[in-house]
């Protein structure tokens, strides 16, 4: 019999619900258009039906007019970013995920301290250049960046006895173990990061993949491209020994991706929702799929609160 087995927990985390009610909220309290500086979150679906309800996305507040409405992104935006939307005389609503927010606020009071900071995280990715952008230019510290191993192997920092560790949330403990070691082993008085830095929906949709890859011969991650979570997971199940595929579009999936996979794991990023879960299970039952499984996983009962104003 050819079964699909579904991962647990999957899809949607707590600030990803949060930052979609905020624009969907700010649309239904003050009407389209509501202006939103990046994608709110990664996903093409999440995006394109915030378009239909109203959401203009836009890559910098200068494409915005004087006065609108404007969301900032669940990613989280460098401190330059408001001071210029108040220049604007916009009304924005914070959508940062609150894990980010308060990875942010650490760098201030690390920063206001006189501390050096290392964060770990991807280049270019959102979070990191809000989070890099939180470092004020005043301090007497200095941040830095490292990406990988070999960067941890090389990189230099101005106070090795005075020095701070941040971490982007949607990397995963795994992720970063290597990379901490490898630090801890440079600069031994290197303050780490809380563990609760660590975004609890990363960590959880990665344990339970790695669950899912023990079951499947194939796993499919529901995610878009440029979803960093995502792209995660496509990757730990390659690494746990299944084929995968990242797919945002029950079109993309073809009969012979799944040729001769009598088990078949589905998951989905954080940024995911669980109605396209549900179309790329129906595509995929049209295969000849007989049986769907839902796999025991954690329970998760996060929730953030809307900004006062929308709530």
Request: charged content about 25%; some cysteine; aromatic content about 6%.
């Amino acid at each position: 019999m050819k079964v699909i087995k579904l991962a647990n927990p999957r899809g949607f985390c707590a600030g990803v619900d949060r930052a979609i009610d905020i624009v969907s909220e700010a649309i239904e309290r003050f009407g389209a258009p509501v202006y939103v500086r990046h994608e709110v979150v990664h996903n093409r679906k999440v995006v394109n039906d915030l378009k239909a309800k109203g959401a203009i996305f836009v890559q910098e507040l200068s494409e915005i007019p004087k006065g609108s409405i404007t969301i900032f992104s669940a990613h989280g935006v460098a401190e330059q970013v408001e001071l210029d939307a108040d220049y604007r005389e916009l009304r924005y609503f914070d959508a940062t995920c609150p894990l980010v927010s308060k990875v942010h606020k650490e760098v201030v009071r690390f920063a206001q301290s006189g501390k050096d900071i290392i964060m770990v995280g991807h280049e270019n990715h959102p979070e990191v250049e809000g989070t890099l952008g939180r470092f004020p230019l005043n301090s007497l510290g200095k941040m830095y960046l490292v990406e990988d191993v070999d960067q941890a192997k090389s990189i230099n920092v101005n106070q090795p006895e005075n020095l701070c560790l941040v971490t982007q949330t949607t990397l995963s403990v795994s992720d970063t173990e290597e990379i901490i070691e490898e630090l801890k082993k440079r600069f031994p008085l290197m303050q780490e990061p809380k563990s609760e830095d660590i975004c609890y929906a990363t960590q959880n949709r990665q344990d339970a993949v790695k669950q899912l890859a023990l079951e499947s011969e194939a796993i499919i991650v529901v995610g878009s491209e440029n979803s960093s979570n995502s792209n995660r997971l496509k990757e730990l199940a390659e690494k746990s020994g299944s084929i995968s595929y990242l797919i945002d579009d029950p079109d993309q999936i073809k009969l012979e991706m799944l040729h001769n996979i009598s088990s078949l794991g589905i998951t989905a990023g954080a940024s995911a929702p669980e109605e396209l879960v549900q179309l790329i299970v129906k595509k995929c039952m049209t295969f000849g799929y007989e049986n769907l499984e839902e796999l025991d996983g954690l329970k998760e009962n996060i929730f953030f609160k809307l900004p006062v104003e929308l709530r």
